[in-house]
């Protein structure tokens, strides 16, 4: 596959049940959620969980957490002159090319071709900022969420020498009884030649949407607890595309069945599919 000559649109819904899809260090690890309630997972988040999925896909990433880390580089300077011609450029300082570096960057990790990336380094007189193609919106909840909070507690000793054994409260654990989640998101034609991210690297990211929550398991996403219950993914027969974005996401909208106040599963939503005239519209079922 070649150069990437279509406009993409894609979405997805996500159902999540007693799970925390996106837990938020500012408020107790709480899942994130709007002022008027509705539950939210930040594009930072879905940007994650989507390089993770690469990482397994056998790609290399840039942005990589510290419990998913493949290269046992320590930082993103490191990382980035793990890389030769990176590293004489930089070293260049305001005589490097900006050109260049971008270049090699995005040839080097499909994160950065992907979503783009900021390579500015302290002690270096070199910035470069990558625009990537891919956009990703962050993802509400069609409803209001219901947050159930629990007290964790232990039942042995932390320390030696303490006879018996201890139930001390440790703290406490927040999960979200049921939602639906949209995300949204698009592939811009104009910048993927900019970084040269290709018809492929489209395939893969749609293949890491599909399969979003494999190997995305912990205490606060139990396996099977979160998982995307369709993708809608548009091919546009132009770079600029047929319709508007926002068009396109409106097409598919999902509500609350008729007689239904608090929903338990999606089929108490219902699913409208309207499609666009001559705009490709393929439709999968999440992994």
């Known amino acids: 596959m070649g150069a990437l000559q279509n406009k993409i649109d894609f979405k997805a819904i996500i159902t999540v049940t007693n799970a925390n899809p996106n837990g938020d260090p500012l408020n107790n690890n709480m899942p994130r959620t709007t002022i ?5 997972i930040s594009d930072v988040c879905l940007k994650r969980k989507i390089r993770n999925r690469l990482m397994d896909m056998g790609e290399n990433v840039f942005v990589q957490s510290d419990d998913k880390n493949n ?9 980035a002159d793990s890389n030769q011609v990176l590293k004489d450029e930089l070293k260049k300082g305001k005589n490097a090319s900006r050109d260049v570096y971008s270049e090699i960057a ?6 950065v071709r ?13 910035s470069v900022g990558v625009r990537g193609p891919v956009s990703i919106h962050p993802a509400f909840s069609v409803d209001t969420v219901e ?4 007290q ?4 042995v000793n932390s320390e030696s020498g303490a006879s018996g054994k201890a139930s001390d409260t440790m703290g406490m654990k927040h999960r979200v009884d049921f939602g639906v989640y949209i ?3 698009s592939i811009n034609v104009q910048l993927a030649e900019k970084t040269n991210f290709s018809q492929q690297d489209a395939e893969k990211i749609k293949e890491s949407i599909k399969t979003l929550f494999i190997n995305d398991t912990s205490a606060a996403r139990p396996d099977g607890s979160m998982n995307i219950h369709k993708l809608y993914w548009w091919s ?12 396109v996401h409106d097409s598919v909208s999902i509500t609350k069945r008729f007689g239904v106040s608090a929903p338990k599963s999606i089929d108490d939503y219902e699913i409208t599919e309207g499609p666009l005239e001559g705009l490709k519209l393929d439709i999968y079922e999440g992994v």
């Open 36 to 40: 008027d309630g509705f539950g939210e």
């Open 71 to 79: 290269d046992g580089h320590s930082s993103l300077r490191e990382r």
């Open 106 to 111: 995005c040839e080097e990790w499909m994160d």
């Open 114 to 126: 992907s979503f783009g990336q900021v390579f500015a380094f302290k002690g270096s007189d070199l």
């Open 147 to 150: 947050v159930s909070s629990i």
């Open 152 to 155: 964790i507690t232990k039942s």
């Open 183 to 185: 995300l949204k998101g």
């Open 236 to 247: 546009h027969n132009n770079k600029i595309g047929q319709y508007s974005t926002k068009k």
